[in-house]
């Protein structure tokens, strides 16, 4: 294998290494500029997994396990909402309860309906979204680089993929160049200001909490429906709060979100790819090592190299409309 075909393989496995961490986020992303705080990402993410593929299981379809991934993921982030939003409740103990629960449920519901230790059937190819040939990707397979990475690495992922990355330019556009992004970035600066004219505070909130539901249950199915092949346990692996750490390194816009979660996807591609693997001087490096390299990373990266990461001012504040 040439050093193309390495460096192709390799950027490969950082695109669907990402696509969960992208996913969520961008889920992240509406929330905290609305001022809500979603330290749950990793427990919508999980319980969006487990019900996209029971539902793909019993259905026999990955779009009916996509559909109800979304919904049990809106329905996680509406509680949220409720507990934060209406009744002002603490964000962080809300998304960390929702985390615990999503853990828990996900294994008990399992273990009750399927009888396989908290995992659901291995899905077949019918029920799972399956890569996606693009056009003209086996004609140029043999062309020198260009044809390389054009089929090896632009074409053979699956629709969910694409759907990521397209989700970066439409978040930008919503956030800065339609009413609803502008309020939404208002509100989670200045909430007074925005019901000062006349825009509902909550209404804003809870739109938002709804957009972070669609994206995490996307994230989830993603992992059961095409990345494999149905739910484990604990199978998002603690990507919810690396797609948080993400997004504080991106400092909440969606452009550098999106290459701050290839950059954690290519450490987590390269950690895979390096398991075993005799490095020159330090020798084997154990298998436990380089399976926290992309946490080590993270911690690093947060710790030294992204300046001051200043939040919307409004984040995490209950808003109190004044009479």
């Known amino acids: ?77 509406l509680v949220h909402g ?47 979204f399956n890569a996606i040939v693009l056009p003209g990707a086996d004609a140029v397979r043999d062309v020198p680089i260009l044809g390389e990475i054009y089929s090896g690495l632009l074409s053979g992922h699956s629709l969910l993929v694409y759907l990521a990355f397209l989700a970066v330019p ?24 925005v019901d000062t004219a006349g825009i509902s505070v909550a209404w804003l909130r809870y739109r938002a909490v709804i957009c972070t539901g669609i994206l995490t249950g996307m994230a989830g199915s993603y992992m059961a429906l095409a990345q494999n092949a149905g739910f484990v346990k604990d199978m998002t692996a ?15 816009k969606p452009v550098p979100a999106m290459f701050a979660c290839l950059l954690f996807g290519f450490l987590d591609a390269m950690a895979i790819r390096l398991q075993g693997t005799p490095l020159p001087v330090i020798g084997r490096v154990p298998v436990q090592l380089m399976q926290a390299l992309p946490y080590i990373l993270t911690v690093i990266l947060l710790a030294g190299f992204i300046g001051k990461a200043i939040p919307p001012r409004a984040g995490g504040v209950p808003y109190v409309k004044e009479r």
Request: aromatic share 12%.
């Open 170 to 193: 439409f978040t930008w556009w919503v956030l800065f160049r339609t009413r609803f992004g502008l309020r939404l970035r208002a509100v989670g600066e200045n909430p007074a200001a």
């Open 1 to 77: 294998m040439d050093f193309l075909d390495v460096v192709v393989n390799v950027l490969n496995s950082t695109v669907r290494l990402s696509v969960p961490l992208l996913l969520a986020c961008l889920a992240g992303l509406y929330s905290e500029r609305a001022g809500i705080f979603d330290i749950g990402l990793e427990g919508k993410m999980l319980a969006g997994a487990f019900a996209g593929a029971a539902a793909a299981s019993v259905f026999g379809s990955a779009w009916i396990g996509l559909l109800i991934a979304i919904l049990v993921a809106v329905f996680l982030a």
């Open 82 to 128: 409720f507990a934060s939003i209406t009744h002002r409740g603490n964000q962080i103990v809300s998304g960390v309860a929702i985390n615990f629960i999503a853990a828990g449920s996900t294994i008990i519901l399992g273990q009750a309906w399927f009888n396989q230790g908290g995992r659901t059937p291995s899905l077949p190819s019918d029920a799972r």
């Open 238 to 252: 603690g990507r919810g709060y690396i797609a948080l750490a993400a997004l504080i390194f991106a400092k909440w």
